[in-house]
């Protein structure tokens, strides 16, 4: 028999994995002939698993993907496009975000920089690691703006970027940067090295990142605290995965 008293307790704790589970078990007389440990333990397999489930939700939403249907099983290894396909599957297992490194995708435009990062970010997710996806032309729109501003933002939009497991940067450094814009990816990688892991997507393979850093101090201390502890995967290919795949706006 159902206690409506208990099922309103558990709803109260916000425990609904365990109330649903609970109130199925009290109209199921199946479980009835089951010991109480037993039953019980089935409550709590529901309530995790209730629980991991809006985790990685509420995980993918936060992690501001473009393609979320991208995925590490979709990968297409073609000769031409040279991609290493145990590596990738061995940095897919999050060995690089224990380990707080680093990934550099590099290669043209449409070559699938884009749908490997998010398929990295999926995966991630999967394993219940904090993402965050942005262009680096955005981010440093708005820590610009943010530290301009008197009012402590900047700090607040500051952790927003050096908080999480694993930060996507796209497009990075597509254009040249300000001495102040690389003031601040100083800042980012400094506050990350060694402690969080980021995945790096350009155009511009890195022995060329000091030139659209321009300040030649600051371009050294970011590379040194990036190339070293880092995976590189140059994307290749007659055919694009933009192409192959039908997908638009990836890079």
């Given at each position: 028999?159902?206690?409506?008293?208990?099922?309103?307790?558990?709803?109260?704790?916000?425990?609904?994995?365990?109330?649903?589970?609970?109130?199925?078990?009290?109209?199921?007389?199946?479980?009835?002939?089951?010991?109480?440990?037993?039953?019980?333990?089935?409550?709590?397999?529901?309530?995790?698993?209730?629980?991991?489930?809006?985790?990685?939700?509420?995980?993918?939403?936060?992690?501001?993907?473009?393609?979320?249907?991208?995925?590490?099983?979709?990968i297409?290894?073609?000769?031409?496009?040279?991609?290493?396909?145990?590596?990738?599957?061995?940095?897919?297992?999050?060995?690089?975000?224990?380990?707080?490194?680093?990934i550099?995708?590099?290669?043209?435009?449409?070559?699938?920089?884009?749908?490997?990062?998010?398929a990295?970010?999926?995966?991630?997710?999967?394993?219940?690691?904090?993402?965050?996806?942005?262009?680096?032309?955005?981010?440093?729109?708005?820590?610009?703006?943010?530290?301009?501003?008197?009012?402590g933002?900047?700090?607040?939009?500051?952790?927003?970027?050096?908080?999480?497991?694993?930060?996507?940067?796209?497009?990075?450094?597509?254009?040249?940067?300000?001495?102040?814009?690389?003031?601040?990816?100083l800042?980012?990688?400094?506050?990350?090295?060694?402690?969080?892991?980021?995945?790096?997507?350009?155009?511009?393979?890195?022995?060329?990142?000091?030139?659209k850093?321009?300040?030649?101090?600051?371009?050294?201390?970011?590379?040194?605290?990036?190339?070293?502890?880092?995976?590189?995967?140059?994307?290749?290919?007659?055919?694009?995965?933009?192409?192959?795949?039908?997908?638009?706006?990836?890079?």
């Amino acid at each position: 028999m159902m206690n409506e008293q208990t099922l309103t307790k558990l709803h109260e704790m916000k425990l609904s994995g365990k109330a649903e589970a609970y109130k199925e078990q009290a109209l199921n007389r199946e479980f009835q002939k089951m010991s109480f440990e037993d039953r019980f333990s089935l409550l709590v397999d529901v309530e995790q698993s209730r629980r991991q489930t809006n985790k990685l939700q509420r995980l993918i939403k936060s992690a501001t993907f473009i393609n979320s249907k991208a995925s590490i099983e979709d990968i297409e290894y073609h000769e031409d496009r040279k991609l290493e396909k145990d590596l990738i599957l061995k940095l897919a297992s999050g060995t690089y975000i224990h380990d707080n490194h680093n990934i550099i995708l590099k290669g043209p435009t449409g070559s699938g920089k884009t749908f490997l990062a998010t398929a990295f970010r999926v995966s991630a997710c999967r394993q219940y690691y904090k993402v965050k996806y942005i262009r680096l032309p955005e981010l440093l729109d708005e820590l610009s703006l943010a530290k301009l501003a008197a009012d402590g933002s900047y700090r607040k939009c500051f952790k927003k970027y050096t908080k999480v497991d694993l930060l996507i940067l796209d497009e990075w450094l597509l254009t040249d940067l300000t001495t102040d814009e690389a003031a601040i990816l100083l800042e980012i990688t400094e506050a990350r090295h060694k402690v969080a892991s980021t995945v790096f997507c350009s155009q511009i393979d890195p022995n060329g990142w000091h030139l659209k850093l321009g300040n030649e101090t600051i371009a050294e201390a970011i590379l040194d605290r990036i190339i070293h502890d880092s995976y590189q995967i140059l994307i290749d290919g007659e055919i694009s995965m933009r192409e192959s795949h039908g997908l638009s706006g990836e890079s």
